[in-house]
């Protein structure tokens, strides 16, 4: 039997290992156990590609020239600002 969970390959999907949920903002920084600190430490920026219009296209390049940014992260900043618990 093949299988590719995440679990099964040696991977702590879809958290850090060790981490059982993501740090609770009410808890303070002191009263978190070390691997917890560590988990926190570790997180990382994630790559999501998606596929957009020719039109959507031309108009993040446009707005990303006019505001001197790269589209990578004009996209980001667009992101973060409509999803909840962004910025």
């Known amino acids: 039997m093949n299988d590719h969970r995440p679990e099964r390959a040696g ?3 879809p958290f850090p290992c060790g981490a059982q949920a993501l740090h609770n903002p009410n808890k303070p920084m002191e009263q978190l156990t070390l691997r917890e600190r560590v988990a926190i430490a570790k997180r990382s920026p994630r ?3 998606i ?3 020719h039109a959507v296209s031309e108009r993040l390049v446009n707005a990303s020239v006019e505001q001197g940014r790269s589209i990578s ?4 900043y667009l992101l973060e600002s409509v999803v909840p618990g962004g910025r």
């Open 11 to 13: 991977i702590c999907w």
């Open 47 to 49: 790559r999501i590609t």
């Open 51 to 53: 596929t957009v219009s």
């Open 73 to 76: 992260n004009l996209c980001a």
